[in-house]
Structure formats: C-alpha cells, structure tokens
C-alpha cells in the first residue's frame, strides 16, 4: 500500500519550547524514513488546540474527503487538538470511515498498528483537555490580576491613546489622534447634533480611527461618534473586564454584568474633563429617549431599498411624516429617495383596512381552528368596537415576528 501523507503542525501562541521548524523537520524525516510519499504540509501558526475552525486544518480534511492523502501525522495528540470530544470524533470515528492511517509520533500512536498506545489514545485527548482547562484558568487569573493593577490587557486601543513604550501595559496620548477626540468632544458640548458632527469630520477630511489604524478608506458614522462620546477611557478612566469568551472552548463572546467590571478612576492622562463628559451623558440620553411611540413603529421599509422607513416627529405644519432612512443618513449622494408621506394618513388607512377584515371574522370558525387561544378571542370579542384600541391590542398581547407583520401590512392595496 501506498502511503500518501499529509504532515499536520500546528503552534498556539503558549508553545514556547516549539516551533514550527522542529516540528516540520520532525515530521519529514520520520515520513522520508518509512518512505512515505509527502503529499503536502499543513501549518497552522498561532492556534490554540481548542479551536478547530483553523485554516490548514480544514484544507486537510477536505484533502482527506476528496482522498489525496491517506496518512496524517502529527508530533503529538495535542497538535491535532485539546478538545477530547472532538478529537476522539477524529480519531475514533473521522479518520477509521475514511480509511486513513493516523500517527501521532512522540505518543507512539499509529491507528495501523495493533498496540496499547492506541488503546490509550482516548486518556491522552482528555490530559491534553485538561492542560487546556488549566491553561485557560491562569491566563485568565493573570489577565485580572493585570487589570486590577491598571494595566491594559486589551487589543487595539481605542482612537487618542498609544501604548506606553517605557511602561508595559500602560496608555499615554496619542497627541494627533487626541486632537480630533477633544474636536468631537467640543461639538457634543456645543450640542451640535452627531449627523451634524458626522457631516463635519467627513466634509473636513478629518481621517477615521479604521483609516488611522488600518489605512481603510471609510466614513465618519453616527454609531462611531457615540461609541467615543459615551467612552469613560477619555475621562481617565479604565474599564475592563466587560466581557469574555463562553469557555476556554468556546470562542464565542459574552457581556459580564456591569458590577463585575473592573474600573481604575484616573489611570491615565483624560482628554475631556469629568464634568463636561457626564453633560454630555446627559445630552445624548436625552436625545436617544423617543418622546413618542408609534403604531406603525419598526414595521415600514423603503419598497426600493429595502431598508427601514422611519417616522419623523411633527414638521413645520406640525404632522408627523415619513422618510428612508437610507436616503437621509446618504442624503448627499442620493442613492435612494426620501418617500416622504404623512404618517397619520397611512396609520389610519391601514386601521381602517385591519377593522375592515375584523369585521368579517366568524369568532366561531376562529375557536375551532385556535382552540388553545379561546380565552384571547373571547376578551377581543368583547371589547368595544374601537379599531384604534382593538389593533393596539392586538399587536400588544399576541406575538408575532417582525417580518411576518410587515408582510400582512404589504399585502394591503396601496399601502405602498
């Protein structure tokens, strides 16, 4: 028989007696001893053995199901991975259904051959599992112990701030960067509203954190002006600790409770004062808060652009009407129309057409087909005949997904 092999090396970022080149000429010269033909080398830099979504690693199963190779080896059990279920998966079930040979070197495991190594193999996955559980639990300890000390244990900081390059883990000014934080800041304080501040920046050519940081060409948005405005790290402030992985096998992201976070007040030089930040705490709150709600509220999209229509408050001849929002955040390069509409029009056309239908329920019919929501029928039933209060009813107390409602409001004529 043939042997077609794919070498497999895999080095996370903890593997400080390892590297890539010991494993690779491990691998070739115990391939080129046995006289195994050396299909292709797969390499994997970087990637802690818990996580299986890893480049070469899934190129070398395709390989395996489109059967260019029929040998895989590894220098040890861990380097295919340090998750026992999943790597039992594969070699217990993967690898035997599609006829390959598995050797994992320095544990002496070689599915070919008949020894207690590869009864063993089972155990192995689960201390290499372990080592990853415990891993995690000290990188984890060390993290908050860093934090709790005021030193930065995140990635990428946020647009005015650098690292520190005398202190480790410590934040300094970034002195231009600074100057268009403190700008944005001035404008809030000014109440100068964000789509105003948004048309600011990008009208004056004044450079985006991702065109600053990752030479990105893109534009000021609302949601990145908030996301400064609202940041307490230009009070002097760090905040750590709001959120953190599932568990060490899972790489899915979840939000800590706010009492758990770890704070240091004045950590590092501030680029706004205390004062004016929480004004403008205030400010943006108070301008988030909708003053009204509306029946219709979250249900209309742009028929064109298929992006949400939304309900502006009272104009000048004090009516309420309605606007793409793609076309007013884009106003200026016109790429869709404004579709502006009186919305007390449209909300009592749709009332009317709802009671309409109402109207013409058979309450019978209705009890047999839903017997388990009779209870609900017979409150509607006598209810007053007021279709205004009987819709708001309706989408109050029965559920019903967000598509599915602005598909029976668009299958009315001319609602449109």
Not at 197 to 202: C, D, P
Not at 290 to 300: A, I, R, S, V
Not at 360 to 382: C, G, M, Q, S
């Amino acid at each position: 028989m043939q042997f077609k092999a794919g070498l497999y090396i895999r080095l996370s970022k903890e593997d400080k007696n390892d590297s890539i080149k010991n494993q690779k000429n491990l691998l070739i010269d115990y391939a080129n001893n046995l006289n195994y033909e050396i299909k292709k080398i797969y390499v994997d830099d970087g990637y802690t053995g818990t996580n299986f979504n890893r480049p070469a690693f899934n190129s070398l199963l395709t390989d395996i199901q489109n059967k260019e190779i029929n040998t895989v080896i590894v220098k040890d059990l861990s380097r295919l991975g340090r998750d026992y279920i999943k790597t039992g998966e594969l070699v217990e079930h993967f690898f035997p259904i599609n006829n390959i040979r598995f050797i994992a070197i320095t544990d002496n495991i070689d599915t070919f051959l008949d020894n207690s190594n590869n009864d063993i193999a089972p155990f192995k996955a689960i201390i290499n599992d372990l080592y990853a559980k415990d891993l995690s639990k000290k990188i984890k300890t060390a993290i908050k112990t860093m934090q709790h000390q005021g030193l930065w244990t995140g990635g990428c900081l946020p647009l005015g701030y650098q690292r520190n390059p005398k202190v480790k883990n410590k934040i300094i000014i970034n002195p231009k960067e600074a100057n268009i934080v403190k700008k944005i800041f001035e404008l809030a304080y000014n109440k100068v509203p964000l789509s105003s501040i948004k048309n600011y920046l990008n009208n004056n050519s004044i450079p985006t954190f991702s065109k600053i940081r990752k030479n990105k060409e893109t534009k000021w948005q609302e949601i990145s002006i908030r996301k400064i405005l609202t940041n307490p790290i230009y009070i002097g402030d760090l905040v750590q600790n709001k959120h953190q992985r599932l568990s060490y096998k899972y790489r899915k992201i979840i939000n800590i409770k706010k009492e758990n976070w770890i704070i240091t007040p004045n950590d590092h030089p501030a680029l706004v004062s205390k004062d004016k930040f929480n004004i403008i705490q205030t400010y943006l709150k108070r301008k988030k808060q909708k003053k009204e709600y509306n029946l219709l509220d979250n249900l209309l999209f742009c028929y064109e652009c298929k992006h949400p229509i939304i309900i502006k408050s009272k104009n000048k001849y004090n009516k309420k009407y309605l606007c793409c929002n793609y076309y007013r955040a884009n106003y200026q390069k016109k790429l869709c129309t404004a579709h502006s509409f009186n919305y007390e029009t449209l909300e009592q056309d749709i009332l009317n057409i709802v009671s309409k239908i109402l109207a013409k329920i058979d309450y019978n019919i209705l009890y047999a087909k839903f017997p388990k929501e009779k209870k609900l029928i017979t409150k509607l039933i006598n209810l007053e005949f007021q279709p205004d209060y009987l819709i708001k009813k309706l989408i109050s107390e029965i559920e019903i997904s967000q598509s599915k409602e602005v598909t029976i409001f668009f299958n009315f004529q001319n609602i449109t």
